[in-house]
């Protein structure tokens, strides 16, 4: 099977989140898009995202409280140049949400009504602008509307991300640094094809899939830092995972979490007896940062022994939590709870990748011709904790500097760095792969590794034990896949199974507890 011609365009971006959509919105002013995502175009993790926005939009608020609320959650690991450029860049980035036609919750029925600006645990200030409980895909639908309108960005979906092309390997005398493009499978026809441009954008998400217990869709795989890091670019802080506290607790529930904005309402965490427990870990209770609310959910749950704390809303009123919390009482319902009449049973489970592809203040990363944003990036904006719902607001500003970056470096007239030699690149001897059951085998094992052995609170013998275990199976992986005929879960596996070992590797260089890293 011969892989057919290159695809070429001026830029080329790997991912349909909020971050990776913006930038196309904003690149394709200057020039033609191609957009790769491994499933549907709105299965992303912004898709998933329920809490919102945060912006300075009150008067009661300010940009210091903001900057600071932020550089208290990452705990001495933010780079304070870049959180405040961001913070004062919010304002006029929902603007142009707004314009793209979002519609964000308001205090009435008006058109302009204030915002109804909810608070999250870290937050000083209520500054959350949020739509309903499902902010992500309202941002989601309405970038992704934007997108297919316009006449410069194409979008290919079901193809996923192998591997990046650097000029060294279209010719002999090419920079062996600068990125020139992607590799790509086609998931309905297993053909490989090269996508080839100046500009390589990775708006892939993060890695959640790593860990058995998440609340991130399947395509969370760490497929851009995987690629990133075999390309030789800098990754860094990938140790500071961020577990979010709140996820149900059900057997058939899959990765659902239940909000940060929950607990900004007021609702109570609570044990098995009833009884209240986080003044016992902070005074700020339940609107303490997620690191620390997860750690005491952790704790309570093993001085207990019971396999789940729960979240209170009762006391709020059944008219409010359905009104405010629609798609979450919906959901629960499902499940045969009654968020507004029972409490509901929750665990802390793999949220958000607060580490990523080092990346300046534009968004690029240490490579010529990459750039990186959204989650998969470490822009220096979350340290070693991400406050809630600065990860929407990080993605839409970052997109706009890379969007600038980007255009800038091309601005002399960027040309593609010669021809691909083409090849037959799938020789005969090799084999179909591995049976189903021998990855999925794998698959679990590391995923179990990383949530016994690297989870919220660690130990150097626990992550020396992991190490061990993950290489053994990251080398097995490396031996199918040097063999076999790329296909979708073999690649993840390949991928999860790298990122795996790169966390543990940065968690046992990290001598002290701090933020996400116990």
């Known amino acids: ?59 009661l608020d300010d940009f210091e409280s903001h ?3 932020t550089l208290i959650a990452g705990d001495g690991l933010c780079d304070e140049a870049v959180v405040r450029a961001m913070v004062g860049a919010a304002p006029r ?8 036609g979002v519609s964000f919750t308001r205090e009435g029925e008006r058109a302009d009504a204030p915002f109804a600006l909810a608070r999250e645990g870290g937050h000083s200030r209520h500054r ?23 006449p410069r960005i194409r979008m290919d979906e079901d193809h996923l991300g192998l591997d990046l092309i650097r000029e060294s390997d279209l010719r002999r005398d090419g920079d062996p640094r600068r990125v020139v493009g992607c590799w790509v499978l086609d998931r309905e026809t297993l053909q490989r094809r090269a996508y080839l441009a ?7 998400g993060g890695c959640g899939k790593v860990y058995a217990y998440t609340s991130n869709p399947d395509i969370a795989t760490g497929d851009g830092l995987a ?32 909000s940060e904005a929950v607990r900004g309402e007021g609702a109570h965490l609570i044990n098995g007896r009833g009884e209240r427990f986080m003044e016992r870990y902070d005074q700020r209770r339940e609107l303490a940062p997620r690191d620390i609310v997860a ?4 704790q309570e749950m093993k001085r207990t022994g019971e396999p789940s704390v729960f979240l209170d809303l009762r006391h709020l009123g059944r008219a409010f939590v359905e009104q405010r919390f629609p798609n979450l009482s919906a959901t629960c319902a499902r499940y045969g709870i009654d968020m507004a009449g029972e409490p509901v049973p929750v665990v802390p489970a793999a949220h958000y990748m607060c580490g990523g592809v080092k990346v300046d203040g534009s968004g690029r990363t240490s490579l010529p011709g990459l750039f990186a944003v959204g989650e998969v990036a470490w822009t ?3 340290g070693a904790n991400r406050l809630a719902s600065n990860s929407l607001l990080e993605a839409v500003y970052f997109a706009e500097t890379a969007a600038v970056a980007a255009v800038a470096d091309g601005a002399g007239g960027s040309t593609l760095p010669g021809e691909l030699p083409f090849q037959d690149d799938f020789p005969s001897a090799m084999s179909t792969g591995p049976e189903a059951v021998v990855l999925e085998h794998d698959w679990n094992s590391v995923r179990r590794v990383m949530w016994d052995y690297v989870g919220i609170v660690r130990s150097r013998s626990r992550l020396d034990i992991a190490l061990d275990r993950v290489r053994a199976i990251r080398a097995t992986v490396e031996g199918i896949y040097a063999r076999s005929l790329a296909n979708p879960d073999l690649v993840e596996l390949r991928n999860i199974a790298l990122v795996a070992e790169l966390i543990v590797l940065c968690a046992r260089e990290r001598h002290e507890s701090r933020g996400l890293h116990e």
């Not at 100046?198 to 892939?204: D, E, R, Y």
């Not at 990133?228 to 961020?242: D, S, W």
């Open 380 to 382: 220096g904006v979350h």
């Open 1 to 59: 099977m011969t892989p057919s011609g290159p695809a070429t365009s001026r830029f080329l971006v790997a991912g349909t989140g909020i971050a990776g959509l913006q930038f196309a919105l904003l690149a394709a002013e200057h020039g033609d898009v191609r957009v790769v995502t491994k499933k549907d175009s709105s299965e992303s993790n912004t898709n998933y995202a329920q809490g919102g926005i945060a912006a300075v939009l009150s008067p």
């Open 198 to 204: 100046p500009t390589t954008i990775l708006a892939t």
């Open 295 to 298: 750690r005491a959910i952790d």
């Open 128 to 150: 959350i602008l949020h739509a309903a409980d499902l902010t992500g895909r309202e941002l989601e639908r309405r970038l992704l509307e934007a997108c297919r309108k316009h």
């Open 93 to 100: 980035l929902i603007e142009r949400l707004l314009a793209y």
């Open 67 to 69: 900057v600071r609320d």
């Open 227 to 258: 690629m990133a890091y075999r390309a030789g670019a800098v990754l860094a802080n990938l140790e500071f995972v961020q577990f979010h506290p709140t996820c149900l607790y059900h057997p058939r529930a899959k990765s659902f979490l239940i």
